[in-house]
T-cell receptor, first 118, second 113 residues
Framework: AQTVTQSQPEMSVQEAETVTLSCTYD???????LFWYKQPPSRQMILVIR??????QNATENRFSVNFQKAAKSFSLKISDSQLGDAAMYFC???????????????FGKGTKLSVKP | GAVVSQHPSRVICKSGTSVKIECRSL??????MFWYRQFPKQSLMLMATSNEGSKATYEQGVEKDKFLINHASLTLSTLTVTSAHPEDSSFYIC?????????FGQGTRLTVV
C-alpha cells in the first residue's frame, strides 16, 4: 500500500522569506500523481501544485515550486516570498495513475501547519 | 476550475437521529466521488468510494450500515450518517476528479449532541 509521510508537524517562516515543506512517499508503482493541497482555517481544500511522476521537470506555480526526486521518493514544496495568506495546513497527497485520469482516491500525509510571521 | 458543492456546511443533530450530506458536481459528471473524514488537527482519511449506479466501496473499519452512500446520478452523491452518536462528530469532505486534479466540496462539520 502507498503511504505519504510529512515529518514536519509545524513550520514557521518570516514574511517575504522562503520555506520548504518536506514530503516523502512510498509506492511500488511507476506512474502516479503527487499534489500539495492547502487547507486554510475555512477548511476548504485548495490545490497548490501537482506533479506527474513521468515528468522529470519540477512543477512551478508562481511562488510555489516543488523538488521532485523520484528515485528518492521525495516531493518537497518550496514557497518563495511568503505571504501572510500562505498560513495554513499543507497536505502532501499521492494518487495512483493506474485507474486513469479521473479515478483513484488521494492518500494524504498528516499535514504541516505553516505559520507566517509578519 | 471544476466546482464541487457540498451541503450543509454545518449541522447539529441529536444522538440517535440521521443526517444526510449532499455532494454535487456542478459543471461536470462524476461517475466516482470520494468521501473523506477529518478529525480535528488530523489528516483526511478516505471513508468510501461512491460509484454511480452501483454499491459504494468502503474502507476497512468503516461501518457500511452507519454511513450509507447513494450515488443515484452522475452529479450527486449523498452520505447519510444513521443513528448518529457523539463519536460520529467530525468534518466530512467529498471530492471528485473531472481529470487528474481532485476538487473538493466545502466540507460538512457534523456535531452530534
Amino acid at each position: 500500500a502507498q503511504t505519504v509521510t510529512q515529518s514536519q508537524p509545524e513550520m514557521s517562516v518570516q514574511e517575504a522569506e522562503t520555506v520548504t515543506l518536506s514530503c516523502t512517499y512510498d509506492t511500488s508503482e511507476s506512474d502516479y500523481y503527487l499534489f500539495w493541497y492547502k487547507q486554510p482555517p475555512s477548511r476548504q481544500m485548495i490545490l497548490v501544485i501537482r506533479q506527474e511522476a513521468y515528468k522529470q521537470q519540477n512543477a512551478t506555480e508562481n511562488r510555489f515550486s516543488v523538488n521532485f526526486q523520484k528515485a528518492a521518493k521525495s516531493f518537497s514544496l518550496k514557497i518563495s516570498d511568503s505571504q501572510l495568506g500562505d498560513a495554513a495546513m499543507y497536505f502532501c497527497a499521492y494518487r495512483s495513475a493506474e485507474y486513469g485520469g479521473s479515478q483513484g482516491n488521494l492518500i494524504f500525509g498528516k499535514g504541516t501547519k505553516l505559520s507566517v510571521k509578519p | 476550475g471544476a466546482v464541487v458543492s457540498q451541503h450543509p456546511s454545518r449541522v447539529i443533530c441529536k444522538s440517535g437521529t440521521s443526517v444526510k450530506i449532499e455532494c454535487r458536481s456542478l459543471d461536470f459528471q462524476a461517475t466516482t466521488m470520494f468521501w473523506y473524514r477529518q478529525f480535528p488537527k488530523q489528516s483526511l482519511m478516505l471513508m468510501a468510494t461512491s460509484n454511480e449506479g452501483s454499491k459504494a466501496t468502503y474502507e476497512q473499519g468503516v461501518e457500511k450500515d452507519k454511513f450509507l452512500i447513494n450515488h443515484a446520478s452522475l452529479t450527486l452523491s449523498t452520505l447519510t450518517v444513521t443513528s448518529a452518536h457523539p463519536e460520529d462528530s467530525s468534518f466530512y469532505i467529498c471530492s471528485a476528479n473531472p481529470g487528474t486534479e481532485a476538487f473538493f466540496g466545502q466540507g460538512t462539520r457534523l456535531t452530534v449532541v
